[in-house]
């Protein structure tokens, strides 16, 4: 089959590999009919996040038809069925999965004893994503392994198109968490940095759960278009001071909730510090640009949340922590636990209340992959979203 | 709050022509012109300094080139080749001074030096951020009007706002109280 395969930096390539077979008795496999890029994948693509290994396949966004299911997975799951597969693979029974927190399953990270050693403990296997999350090949390609299929999967009804529902398998549910974390009262401003996919989801959800005010900040005027097609006040922080406008927009006492859809590839120069964090980064002196989390520390309204979806890696440097005790606020953070909200989600579509299609702006052959991972991380062309079809 | 709106509205459209990458371009642009003239008109001190006595004439050629290159810079439409030509210049007067190294002073080398050093970081800082925003202004513009009407809510925007207030969040995604009245019910 064809898939798009890591080969190191800014070095993606559209490939012959060979197809995936049934390993495990509760693995299904896929035939993909649509996948996408995520901004996850781009810090990848630049060789932020380590242990990704020559030859991976890339991608954690993706859904199709189910083609075979091994015997352990067949009461859930049958040929023919249409599933959208969330990113983090779960196993259903765990303590952590039995929580609900399906992002942190204790059991399907196989290579958890490389994961340990980094980070101490074990979270769960996540498709496409470096060798310490299991290393399992991803769904940017014709078909997907699934492990742990009876539980790793989102039924969709064949009324919904693929774009009306791909999402659910990370941007929407991430979203969604994002500001779910925040548990949104309705007197709050809620103020999110970054309108890539995941900030526009962050902006979507905090709207459908009744924000007071909902703030966006980004540099790139499209992305900032929608996020205020969708009722986001926006803020370009290559044109305006970002702390002067939320003081203007929250009558100088700063939002009670900060969400960061950025993560650890800040733009380089948008200020003193992030120049700051690329030299060192560059003398691997740290791994991640923290600017989001410090503005969102400075800004916050004393004994507010932070809430971080975006993705860090590893080290960052002055982090002020002083300001987050003595304001005492309240993170949270985490990769998504996908089928906790999914369900919820489906119906919210079904029902008309959303429709996350709107982000897409590219919808290409799985061969121009390589390419549009380009367009995507450089903002060329307009693009905020690809779809590939395998 | 519809006021509020509208002033974004006017923002959001309003393509910045640089942004802060591109900002920092014209300033290694104007840093450039400026070393450049420095170069032309005191190379005769600066080569004493730099170990380059009777080689005035190879620090004004690369003078000319700073020049040319700060100009290069100011007036293109796309920062971003200059830039990395930037960084190749820089590659040049290291090895320029270290070549010299001998007859230097040492202080004024070590000077040179660390500002070449220094100066090399920012221009491939500039050169990798310029990626995301030296774009076709034109096409952004369309984007920007073409994706204004891009809604993730079938039954509009207003309609939409505290839609899902139905959702029950979960009591491990409660917040701390900090924010609610300590007393309420
Ligand atoms: N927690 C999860 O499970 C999960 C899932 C999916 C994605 N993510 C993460 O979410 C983040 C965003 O993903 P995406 O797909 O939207 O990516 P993206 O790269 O398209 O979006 C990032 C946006 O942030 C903007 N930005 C950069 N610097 C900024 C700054 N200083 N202030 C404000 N905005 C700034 C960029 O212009 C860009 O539009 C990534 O870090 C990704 O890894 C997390
Ligand atoms: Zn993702
Ligand atoms: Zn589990």
């Not at chain 1, 890696?313 to 304001?327: E, I, Q, R, S, T």
């Not at chain 2, 939409?160 to 139905?166: E, L, Q």
Request: charged letters at 25%; hydrophobic letters at 40%.
């Amino acid at each position: 089959m064809r898939a798009l395969v890591w080969h190191g930096k800014e070095d993606i390539r559209c490939e012959s590999v060979p197809d995936p077979r049934i390993e495990h008795p509760r693995d299904a496999i896929i035939k993909v009919t649509s996948c996408a890029i995520c901004g996850s994948d781009l810090h990848l693509f630049d060789n932020m996040i380590p242990a990704m290994k020559r030859g991976d396949i890339m991608g954690h966004e993706a859904m199709g038809e189910v083609v075979e299911v091994g015997p352990e997975a067949s009461g859930k799951l049958k040929v023919g069925d249409r599933v959208v597969v969330p990113f983090t693979i779960t196993c259903g029974e765990c303590w952590q999965c039995k929580r609900g927190n399906f992002s942190l399953c204790e059991r399907t990270n196989r290579n958890g004893a490389m994961q340990e050693k980094v980070f101490g403990r074990v979270g769960a296997g996540l498709f496409g994503y470096t060798q310490l999350t299991g290393g399992y090949p991803g769904g940017q390609a014709e078909y997907l392994r699934v492990p742990c299929a009876d539980e790793t999967h989102i039924k969709v009804p064949s009324t919904l198109s693929d774009e009306q529902v791909l999402f659910l398998s990370d941007i929407l549910p991430t979203g969604w968490q994002g500001a779910v974390q925040c548990d949104i009262q309705p007197e709050d401003t809620v103020c999110i940095w970054g309108a890539g996919p995941v900030g526009l989801m962050c902006v979507v959800s905090a709207v459908l759960l009744g924000a007071k005010q909902v703030i966006c900040i980004d540099r790139v005027p499209e992305r900032l278009a929608m996020a205020q097609a969708n009722g986001a006040i926006p803020i370009n922080f290559d044109t305006e001071s970002v702390i002067q406008r939320i003081d203007e927009l929250t009558d100088r006492k700063g939002p009670e909730k900060c969400i960061d859809a950025v993560g650890m590839e800040a733009h380089a120069t948008a200020t003193l510090d992030s120049i700051y964090d690329r030299v060192k980064q560059a003398m691997m002196l740290e791994s991640d640009r923290a600017h989001v989390l410090r503005e969102m520390v400075y800004v916050a309204r004393p004994g507010g949340v932070l809430s971080v979806p975006g993705v860090y890696g590893g080290l960052v440097d002055k982090f002020p922590m002083g300001l987050v005790m003595n304001k005492g606020l309240t993170i949270r953070t985490g990769q998504t636990h996908v089928r906790r909200w999914t369900d919820d989600l489906l119906r919210r579509i079904e029902e008309g209340q959303l429709d996350p299609s709107f982000v897409i702006t590219h919808k290409v052959p799985l061969e121009q992959g390589p390419a549009m991972y380009k367009t995507f991380r450089d903002k060329q062309d307009g693009c905020v979203k690809v779809v590939l079809k395998p | 709050m519809s006021m509020t709106t509208q002033g974004g509205m006017r923002r959001a459209a309003t393509l910045p022509r640089r942004g802060t990458a591109g900002r920092l371009a014209g300033q290694l642009g104007w840093f450039s012109l400026g070393l450049g003239l420095l170069e032309i008109v005191a190379a005769r001190p600066l080569a004493r300094q730099l170990g380059m006595h009777g080689r005035e004439d190879l620090l004004r050629l690369q003078g000319l080139r700073e020049v040319v290159m700060g100009v290069g810079i100011l007036t293109a439409r796309d920062r971003r080749p200059w830039i990395i030509g930037r960084v190749a210049g820089d590659a040049v007067d290291a090895a320029l001074l270290a070549g010299h190294a001998p007859h230097a002073r040492p202080g004024s080398l070590a000077l040179a030096m660390a500002s070449v050093a220094a100066v090399t970081v920012l221009d491939l800082i500039c050169a990798e951020s310029l990626r995301t925003e030296e774009g076709d202004y034109a096409a952004r513009a369309d984007a920007v009007r073409a994706y204004a009407t891009r809604s993730a809510f079938p039954k509009g925007l207003e309609q939409s706002r505290g839609a899902a207030r139905d959702f029950q969040v979960p009591r491990d995604f409660r917040i701390p109280d900090a924010l609610r009245p300590w007393n309420a019910a």
